[in-house]
T-cell receptor, first 111, second 113 residues
Framework: KQEVTQIPAALSVPEGENLVLNCSFT??????LQWFRQDPGKGLTSLLL?????REQTSGRLNASLDKSSGRSTLYIAASQPGDSATYLC??????????FGAGTQVVVTP | SQTIHQWPATLVQPVGSPLSLECTVE??????LYWYRQAAGRGLQLLFY??????ISSEVPQNLSASRPQDRQFILSSKKLLLSDSGFYLC????????????FGPGTRLLVL
């Protein structure tokens, strides 16, 4: 059974620092990997999607890498801003399209 | 453009009462539909998914059921709520044949007392 782990569970950084969020998984037979953002009491917003054949995806200040062989993905957020404060979730998609989520990393960016 | 709606946004119900949460999608046809639950401090757990009208698959045994009476309508129900049913319920959709991202609704916060 696929297990998805996100470390750390919580992270607090001063504004301007780069953020590094980690996601690990036990079964490399994935269809793709997604990173989501969740604001308190809100739904999820998709940030980046990496297909299993890709190594990374970039969108603005966000960069996500995928290493299937080691079962790891990393989300980098450059020059963090207070507006980046949220919970970040990684999720793996199986061949049917079902998502398996990690528990998330709660990020606080202090001004 | 596609949008997904959930209601109600918040619900407080007594133990043993029935439940009906509704999710509707606009701007797409034949979507895959999903119900997730997010318990406090925990990750999202897939409860049900549907590939078409009347086609429901359950991921975990539980006190809840789901129905899809129309192509873009997905309903989560319970006959008698338990305390453990409290949580944040999220509906999502994805394109039927394209295994790309899932799009999530705003969620319903359920508190069972």
């Amino acid at each position: 059974k696929q297990e998805v782990t996100q470390i750390p569970a919580a992270l607090s950084v001063p504004e301007g620092e780069n953020l590094v969020l980690n996601c690990s998984f036990t079964d490399s037979a994935i269809y793709n990997l997604q990173w989501f953002r969740q604001d308190p009491g809100k739904g999820l917003t998709s940030l980046l999607l990496i297909q299993s054949s890709q190594r990374e995806q970039t969108s603005g200040r966000l960069n996500a890498s995928l290493d299937k062989s080691s079962g790891r993905s990393t989300l980098y957020i450059a020059a963090s801003q207070p507006g980046d404060s949220a919970t970040y979730l990684c999720a793996l998609t199986d061949s049917w399209g079902k998502l398996q989520f990690g528990a998330g990393t709660q990020v606080v960016v202090t001004p | 453009s596609q949008t997904i709606h959930q209601w109600p946004a918040t619900l407080v119900q007594p133990v043993g009462s029935p439940l009906s949460l509704e999710c509707t999608v606009e701007g797409t046809s034949n979507p895959n539909l999903y119900w997730y639950r997010q318990a406090a401090g925990r990750g999202l757990q897939l409860l049900f998914y549907s590939v078409g009208i009347g086609q429901i698959s359950s991921e975990v045994p539980q006190n809840l059921s789901a129905s899809r009476p129309q192509d873009r309508q997905f309903i989560l129900s319970s006959k008698k709520l338990l305390l453990s049913d409290s949580g944040f319920y999220l509906c999502a959709w994805s394109v039927r044949v394209d295994k790309e991202t899932q799009y999530f609704g705003p969620g319903t916060r359920l508190l069972v007392l």
